[in-house]
């Protein structure tokens, strides 16, 4: 049998020390926060740029029905009426979110009086004006926050998500 003489003995320590080299240079490379994140955590980086609808089209605390990055992903665009983490806009009171709760996948209704995204399943309650942070319930991570962006046309345009979408092992398309 012929033995490929270009094979290398690893140990685990240095299999292990390479990693963590590896993972140091992540930010020297010219990576982005952003996507030394979405590196680490598997996710791939280059998401569709996808127009979700116009500033004219929304309504204060109307939701308007989306979906992003693909037509399997349901989401909701919002106008709280007030700036709030994450928001875009004029008055910087634009956030959009998947309608999946993280923790077993229901889908996920919006409550206008509190400015939450509500789940039917285990009662999880995700915060709007908090980007999507989990206030109660089962769900152990916070709702996947589109990140949007506003051309001079006023057309609202998303460009990525900040968490995995339930059901996903990356935000593949």
């Given at each position: 049998?012929?033995?490929?003489?270009?094979?290398?003995?690893?140990?685990?320590?240095?299999?292990?020390?390479?990693?963590?080299?590896?993972?140091?240079?992540?930010?020297?490379?010219?990576?982005?926060?952003?996507?030394?994140k979405a590196a680490t955590n598997g996710a791939l980086l280059d998401y569709p740029s996808t127009r979700l609808a116009n500033l004219k089209d929304l309504k204060v605390n109307e939701p308007v029905e989306v979906a992003y990055p693909d037509a399997e992903a349901p989401g909701v665009l919002l106008?709280?009426?007030?700036?709030?983490?994450?928001g875009v806009g004029p008055e910087g009171d634009i956030v959009a979110f998947s309608t999946v709760c993280p923790h077993k996948g229901f889908p996920l209704a919006y409550n206008a009086e509190r400015k939450t995204l509500n789940c039917p399943g285990h009662y999880s309650v995700f915060d709007c004006e908090a980007g999507g942070q989990q206030t109660w319930g089962q769900a152990t991570q916070n709702l996947p926050q589109y990140m949007l962006r506003i051309d001079d046309k006023g057309d609202i345009y998303a460009e990525g998500v900040d968490e995995l979408l339930y059901g996903r092992l990356s935000n593949v398309l």
């Open positions: 049998m012929k033995r490929c003489d270009k094979m290398v003995e690893v140990g685990r320590r240095q299999f292990l020390r390479g990693g963590i080299v590896a993972a140091a240079t992540l930010p020297v490379v010219g990576l982005s926060a952003q996507q030394a106008k709280l009426g007030k700036a709030v983490e994450g």
